[in-house]
């Protein structure tokens, strides 16, 4: 007879609060109590940013293919609903709005990243929250004091991981996304704390997303916030109806952590919950001044800046990048395939195409995403000599840093390091360059008066009766 012995309880000392209380019951308490008043006032207007550059990139999305095809799968899927989509002239159920709506706002790869937690932090809180904020009618302070219960969640999970998700093959943008948008979901979902813990007990059997896209470019990870946000807005429902879900949602046998990292990990719960109302991580959340993976903003800013030495396109022999080994699985392997990228998302995830591009064209934009930039001989005979080393002095996981050594045809080496990624909360972009960001995005879909109307809608989003207007705003329907 075969003997399936029972694994052992895995247990941390960090794994539950001093007050006795888990993870998700912390967590819990912390969504219920919370209300826009208690955020500092930098804090609410810095969620304005963010929240505006959502919207901008999503508008921006409509304009690629990508876009257009998932608002035809869901239509044809879902019907026609009462929620309005960002961009389009349509409305859909609530969870296929939401599941719309984060693609959109992430598609792009453009939008925000926290770089502790290795996580798009805004749009499945976002997504889950314009969903039922218009579901449940409630107020734009409202709506964003459920986005920064999402993004603060959302965030220290992904933080406490400690790198260790991407490492595995996941991608914690949905993987954890879906717990701090199940608290946004239910809280506007006017759910009580126990209810609460059960949507994150639910929402662990939600959880979902892998890095497999980063093989051939596929289109997959674009949803992945989108998938978050409408499991959330599932989870909140169920718990809001008794539906029980586990208690140790983080820390349990099987929970998020050991599940996925294995029971031998190394992840910090504590940070789950530390700082929670005191320390706020939305100011830890940097924007993105290129459309690329965050791991290569350094190395496009390092590449403009060692133009400025001397370098170009016509006389570059070949350049170095030096990286940390876990961001270069993700932007520079396999490097046969990094070098000649196949499609948009290929090219936004890897560093020989943003350097060579850059050098060619002296600029990262959407524009070096079409079809011409990234079949550029050209610039693929520079990537073709673009290579990696492991950097010593990185400073990744807190920032994304990094240095090109280059070689020029005459004999020359020129070196530059960027010690902080532009964007993060170290090196920060300003809010006139977010605001511009906006409109280039916006404006690519929409007239800039249509633009305005949205921006106007989100600066005075805290003090708005409804979210109706916005949503109008954001929508091509009549």
């Avoid at 998020?256 to 990990?265: A, R, S, T």
């Avoid at 690519?444 to 921006?455: E, G």
């Amino acid at each position: 007879m075969n003997v399936i012995s029972k694994p052992e309880q895995i247990s941390s000392p960090s794994s539950v609060a001093a007050d006795g209380r888990t993870i998700s019951a912390t967590l819990a308490s912390f969504a219920a109590s919370f209300d826009l008043e208690k955020a500092p006032r930098q804090v609410i207007e810095r969620a304005k940013l963010h929240i505006l550059d959502c919207f901008g990139i999503a508008l921006a999305s409509t304009t690629f293919e990508f876009g257009q095809r998932a608002a035809n799968a869901l239509r044809g899927l879902a019907g026609e609903g009462g929620y309005p989509v960002i961009g389009f002239n349509m409305a859909l159920p609530v969870r296929d709005q939401a599941l719309l709506n984060g693609t959109l706002i992430h598609g792009l790869d453009f939008d925000d990243t926290h770089t502790d937690g290795v996580i798009h932090a805004s749009a499945s809180a976002l997504a889950a929250a314009f969903a039922q904020g218009l579901r449940y009618e409630v107020s734009g302070a409202d709506m964003m004091a459920a986005y920064l219960i999402g993004v603060e969640v959302s965030a220290r999970i992904g933080a406490a991981a400690q790198g260790g998700f991407h490492t595995r093959g996941y991608h914690p943008t949905g993987l954890v996304g879906v717990f701090g948008a199940a608290l946004s979901a239910s809280k506007l979902g006017h759910l009580t704390a126990k209810q609460m813990e059960d949507a994150q007990g639910i929402a662990l059997s939600q959880s979902s997303g892998n890095l497999e896209f980063l093989s051939d470019g596929a289109w997959t990870k674009r949803m992945h916030p989108g998938w978050a946000a409408t499991s959330a807005i599932t989870a909140a429902a169920l718990a809001k109806e008794g539906f029980k879900g586990p208690s140790q949602t983080y820390e349990g046998r099987y929970g998020l952590f050991n599940l996925y990292l294995g029971q031998e990990n190394s992840a910090n719960l504590a940070m789950c919950t530390e700082g929670l109302g005191e320390v706020w991580e939305l100011e830890n959340v940097g924007f993105k001044p290129y459309p690329a993976c965050h791991f290569n903003h350094a190395f496009a800013d390092a590449t403009l800046a060692l133009m400025s030495q001397g370098l170009s396109a016509d006389n570059v022999a070949s350049v170095t990048a030096y990286i940390h080994p876990t961001q270069a699985a993700v932007v520079c392997e396999p490097l046969d395939q990094k070098r000649r990228p196949q499609n948009a998302y290929d090219a936004q995830f890897s560093i020989p195409y943003i350097v060579a591009t850059s050098l060619t064209r002296g600029r990262f934009t959407l524009d070096e995403l079409d079809s011409d930039a990234i079949n550029d001989e050209r610039a693929l005979a520079i990537a073709a000599n673009v290579d990696w080393q492991d950097d010593p002095e990185t400073a990744f996981p807190r920032y994304y840093s990094g240095k090109l050594v280059a070689r020029t045809k005459d004999g020359r080496t020129l070196e530059h390091r960027e010690r902080v990624n532009r964007g993060s909360d170290a090196n920060p972009l300003s809010a006139d360059d977010i605001t511009e960001k906006f409109w280039a995005n916006a404006t690519r879909a929409v007239s800039r008066s249509k633009a305005q109307t949205v921006y106007d809608e989100v600066m005075n989003l805290d003090s708005a009766e409804d979210i109706w207007p916005l949503a109008r705003a954001l929508s091509l329907a009549g």
